[in-house]
């Protein structure tokens, strides 16, 4: 959740900082913080001196990913009829546990339905 913050907020906004993501997610920040620091750890994310946040190349591979599965798995839940709200949060939980299989399904059924 947070390296798919950090891309969302990055496409917003010119600069990225911890206090950013904990109000966009609604989380303390120590807890922030301590997340960053296992991402800077396991090489997703860059912190530079002033403290601007930035996805590594693998960060935002993992980002842009499961982006996608948002906006795919949301889309699929508003054209079934689920009301925005419950499709935005039901697409958050689901991004993250949906096998590449099932998500490629999804994703082609969804583009098949886009074009009528």
Known sequence: MYLETIL??????????AIDIAEDMGFSKPSVSRALS????????SVDGKGFISLTRKGSQVAKKIYERHVVLSDMLIALGVDKKTALEDACRVEHVISDR???????????????
């Open 8 to 17: 969302v907020l990055k496409s917003r906004q010119d600069t990225v900082r």
């Open 38 to 45: 296992i991402l800077r750890e396991e090489k997703y994310i």
């Open 102 to 116: 099932s998500f490629a399904a999804i994703k082609k059924r969804m583009a098949e339905y886009k074009k009528g």
